[in-house]
């Protein structure tokens, strides 16, 4: 179905967003409120975002670069990281289209842990002491000698859960085994093992043009199944922003030391990176150290980030893409967002699809009922996937963005949907 805005000039912009997420439907949500937006597609989406899908799922390359020629598509917007590993941004531009997001190459910052420590070296950028393995033996063997806490990676990628960090020493034999033994297939087939960093945890995106770096309002993820940072990792299950703990020093040591470090060796590489470069910061004693490069936006960030933006999205976006970002700036709300992800019951194992839901009527200036694993099924909403929902407030005080979102949940019928109930705690906690 065609979104046609009657507000967009007749020159206006056809946007087509790629992917299924709650990030990309956040995404929708925001370039749909833009005066520039003429047409809006999403491929393939969700049942949040159904008045604008597109049945052309996102690692169809030809099949979405058809679409993007045959619609006029002014800006293509690429969410998740899978079509980004295989070179979707390439294709697009070998065929004169433009598109947000990175190169094949420049995408391995996320795509390979090994890849990316090695940028960071280079870049001298602050960041864990590390060693990568292929054989298991002397993963295992290197282990028996740092012991625990240790942190250990696949390679590749893992949709978010090809990081272990374990407390324990049989913790860390029992990742290396879990890893190297296929339980994320061949991302799996080399490890980087990392020093356990101690500090607050916070993700930074930054939109990138290859040579500028402008960074958006700093979150803090709630990544464990569990309350209290407990459980097995996901994919997130929760965010908020701004944590009270970060600062305009923090943001300029984080963009100086590590952003444009980073975009400096990729280009000097040959492969410039333009897109969102997302930056896992721990903030240890000795300062803001990299944890990890994402090369996209974030999910459940993207919920937050975009609910806190007050400016057009598009501008921002086409600036990326064409070299130009250097010349603007971003306002934001001095609001704190919450976003809580309601899952299906057993996720991050194995769960159940087609859970009925029901949805209460909401406030959509600051409240938002973002749909991930969602579809209609016969007229009926019901769960398609483990991450479901992501219920986003925005407050002018995190305590009152964490009430109002709780509140929320509390009227929607998802019968033993799973969520974490601590999503921000921590930053109350750090106030205190």
């Given at each position: 179905m065609t979104f046609v805005s009657e507000q967009a000039p007749d020159?206006?912009?056809?946007?087509?967003?790629?992917?299924?997420?709650?990030?990309?439907?956040?995404?929708?949500?925001k370039i749909?409120?833009?005066?520039?937006?003429?047409?809006?597609?999403?491929?393939?989406?969700?049942?949040?975002?159904?008045?604008?899908?597109?049945?052309?799922?996102?690692?169809?390359?030809?099949?979405?670069i058809r679409f993007a020629k045959e619609k006029k598509i002014d800006l293509t917007v690429v969410g998740p990281e899978d079509p980004l590993?295989?070179?979707?941004?390439d294709s697009f531009l070998a065929e004169g289209l433009s598109i947000f997001g990175p190169s094949k190459e420049a995408a391995r910052l996320e795509s390979s842990k090994a890849f990316a420590k090695s940028v960071m070296d280079e870049a001298r950028v602050p960041t864990a002491e590390y060693r990568t393995f292929r054989e298991k033996e002397e993963a295992l063997a290197y282990i028996g000698k740092a012991g625990a806490p240790i942190v250990i990676k696949a390679d590749g990628l893992a949709a978010g859960k090809g990081v272990i960090v374990a407390n324990l020493f049989d913790e860390a034999i029992e990742g290396v085994e879990r890893i190297m033994g296929g339980a994320f297939g061949s991302a799996g087939n080399e490890v980087v093992i990392e020093e356990y960093l101690e500090g607050q945890e916070v993700s930074l995106l930054c939109f990138c043009d290859g040579m500028t770096a402008l960074p958006m309002v700093a979150v803090q993820d709630?990544?464990?199944?569990?309350?209290?940072?407990?459980?097995?990792?996901?994919?997130?299950?929760?965010?908020?922003?701004?944590?009270?703990?970060?600062?305009?020093?923090?943001?300029?040591e984080a963009v100086d030391r590590i952003a444009l470090p980073t975009l400096e060796v990729m280009r000097k590489r040959g492969t410039p990176f333009q897109g969102?470069?997302?930056?896992?910061?721990?903030?240890?004693?000795?300062?803001?150290?990299?944890?990890?490069?994402?090369?996209?936006?974030?999910?459940?960030?993207?919920?937050?980030?975009?609910?806190?933006?007050?400016?057009?999205?598009?501008?921002?976006?086409?600036?990326?893409?064409k070299?130009?970002?250097?010349?603007?700036?971003?306002?934001?709300?001095?609001?704190?967002?919450?976003?809580?992800?309601?899952?299906?019951?057993?996720?991050?194992?194995?769960y159940a699809k087609g859970i009925p839901i029901q949805l209460p009527e909401v406030d959509n200036d600051s409240e938002v009922i973002?749909?991930?694993?969602?579809?209609?099924?016969?007229?009926?909403?019901?769960?398609?996937?483990?991450r479901v929902l992501g219920v986003t407030v925005r407050e002018n005080s995190l305590q009152a963005a964490r009430e109002k979102a709780y509140r929320l949940i509390e009227k929607i019928s998802?019968?033993?949907?799973?969520?974490?109930?601590?999503?921000?705690?921590k930053g109350l906690k750090t106030k205190e």
């Open positions: 020159n206006g912009k056809k946007i087509l967003i790629v992917g299924s997420g709650g990030r990309e439907h956040a995404l929708a949500w749909s409120q833009s005066p520039l937006c003429q047409e809006l597609y999403v491929a393939p989406g969700n049942a949040g975002t159904e008045k604008w899908n597109v049945p052309i799922k996102s690692d169809q390359i030809e099949e979405l590993s295989i070179g979707i941004v709630h990544k464990r199944a569990l309350n209290g940072d407990m459980g097995l990792n996901t994919g997130g299950m929760g965010t908020y922003s701004p944590p009270p703990f970060w600062t305009k020093e923090l943001e300029k969102v470069l997302f930056l896992g910061i721990m903030i240890t004693s000795q300062g803001p150290k990299l944890l990890e490069y994402n090369v996209r936006f974030g999910d459940p960030e993207t919920q937050v980030v975009m609910t806190l933006l007050q400016s057009d999205l598009i501008p921002v976006l086409e600036a990326c893409a070299g130009s970002l250097n010349a603007l700036k971003n306002e934001w709300s001095a609001d704190t967002a919450v976003c809580v992800v309601m899952a299906a019951p057993g996720y991050p194992g194995s973002f749909h991930a694993g969602t579809v209609f099924d016969d007229g009926a909403l019901v769960s398609s996937g483990g998802f019968p033993n949907a799973h969520f974490r109930s601590d999503i921000g705690i």
